[in-house]
């Protein structure tokens, strides 16, 4: 199919902590509409990879394309602005904020929020099936729970592209067919996915197509 289109571009992309190269002159894209997965063994450099693309690392060089924009480089605040969100192989919801003001936390500013907002907050929380727990405590809610909500507070910022670091870590596996369902419901509304998962029936189920990282490359 010639009609597909880039979202993601890495070319030569590297990055070493002292004498290792956690990060290799690497190359991949990721295609918009996919779900795109990332495997490969411990220390392979996944996360470190997530990181140079969400400016929470700059590169020792190499570039990052994303929707035809050069962002290597940018802040993850200005690279989240221009459409990617990301979640983290540890989730860190604020424990003591209910579910409704965790989804207010990327607007901090505000001390109040509006009737448009208070909208879209609902309407996310039903489309990731956690609007009944939306009065608890983050810290109550389970494993599973905790990481929807952690993908509901990205939503927020209407990415085009989400990456997910390890949804199924900590998940049991009944609901994990549930967070399953909701990435393949968002996909299907347009929204694309590179996500790093260890449990490859779970990747099975997820991705078009898989890129394999081993030493960084
Ligand atoms: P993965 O997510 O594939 O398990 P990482 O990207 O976390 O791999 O790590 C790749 C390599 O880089 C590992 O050897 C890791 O120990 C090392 N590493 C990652 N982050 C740092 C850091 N901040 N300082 C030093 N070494 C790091
Ligand atoms: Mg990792």
Known sequence: CTT????????????????????????FSVQEGEITGLIGPNGSGKTTTFNL????????SGTVMFNGMDITGDS??????????RTFQITRPFGRLTVFENMLVPNTEMRT?????????????????????????????????QKLLELARVLMLNP?????????????????????????????????????????????ELCDRLIVMDSGR
């Open 76 to 85: 993850s605040y200005e690279v989240a602005r221009r459409g990617l969100g």
């Open 53 to 60: 693309i969400t400016g929470i690392l700059n590169p020792d």
């Open 160 to 204: 085009k592209l989400i990456l997910l670091d390890e949804p199924a870590a900590g998940v049991n596996p009944a609901l994990m067919d549930d967070i399953i369902e909701r990435i393949h419901g968002l996909n299907e509304q347009g929204t694309t996915f590179l996500v790093v998962e260890h449990d490859m029936s779970v990747m099975n």
């Open 113 to 145: 929020y509006s009737r448009e907002q208070e909208d879209l907050i609902w309407s996310i929380l039903e489309e990731l099936d956690i609007d009944h727990v939306a009065e608890n405590k983050a810290d109550e809610l389970s494993g599973g729970q």
């Open 4 to 27: 597909e289109m880039s979202l993601i571009i890495l070319t030569g992309l590297t990055k070493a902590f002292g004498g290792l190269t956690a990060v290799d002159n690497l190359e």
